[in-house]
């Protein structure tokens, strides 16, 4: 409520209820993803047998996002885990008072050696992009999102990027006018309209603009 001004329901139904349906699901399948795979040896190199065996690719550098603080910190926190990373997270600052929970749940419930949390403005962010993680993971805007990579690449670090982008809405010449009409309401105005899926514009067939329109302002 205070970065937000979001109530309990929509951020229960957005966020809490999925970060604990994506542990629930990393716990129940961590054994399976980290068993070896045998797969086919060539004929030439038997009686030799080949397997492909996860392994952790090291300490990874998060930056969450605040338009959805908590699943996008927690979430792919919980696949770096399950995958036996180590990792250090980078809360938003722009939702302040998620950041300043986020770490206090990180810093209380999981072990120090391995798993950090550091909070800060847009300096700690540029300067934590110039150390050499083994990967990073950022969500948040594309131009920001180019300055991630970018900074990485000097280091060869690889990168996971969930970046925004523009999002349109095609309503053709057999759509339901006011279906699609409340589907689009539904898209842009969820969580203020601070969704990365939230439709930016509308190609529309000349035949449905105005039972479109209509529909909308009803």
Not at 15 to 21: A, D, P, R, T
Not at 33 to 41: C, F, L, N
Not at 86 to 114: M, N, Y
Not at 149 to 167: H, I, M, Q, R, Y
């Amino acid at each position: 409520m205070k970065d937000l001004y979001r109530e309990k329901f929509q951020t229960h139904a957005a966020e809490v209820g999925g970060v604990c349906g994506e542990i629930d699901h990393v716990i129940s399948h961590i054994k399976k993803w980290a068993k070896d795979e045998v797969v086919d040896t060539a004929l030439f190199m038997g009686p030799a047998t080949s397997i492909v065996r996860p392994e952790p690719l090291g300490v990874v550098c998060m930056m969450g996002t605040w338009n959805f603080p908590f699943l996008l910190t927690f979430n792919p926190l919980s696949n770096i885990i399950a995958a036996g990373n180590c990792v250090l997270v980078k809360p938003s600052e722009i939702a302040p008072h998620c950041s300043a929970v986020i770490a206090k749940i990180i810093t209380e419930s999981l072990d120090q050696r391995f798993y950090r949390v550091i909070e800060g403005k847009s300096k700690v962010a540029i300067t934590l992009n110039k150390q050499k993680f083994d990967l990073f993971m950022f969500t948040g805007s594309t131009q920001k999102g180019k300055l991630v990579a970018e900074a990485a690449a000097k280091n060869l670090v690889p990168c996971v990027l969930e970046l925004g982008g523009k999002s349109p809405v095609i309503v053709d010449i057999d759509a339901d006018s006011t279906f699609a009409a409340k589907k689009v309401l539904v898209g842009k105005l969820a969580n203020f309209g601070q969704v990365c899926m939230a439709p930016d514009y509308v190609l529309c067939h000349e035949s449905k603009v105005e039972t479109f329109m209509t529909a909308l302002k009803t």
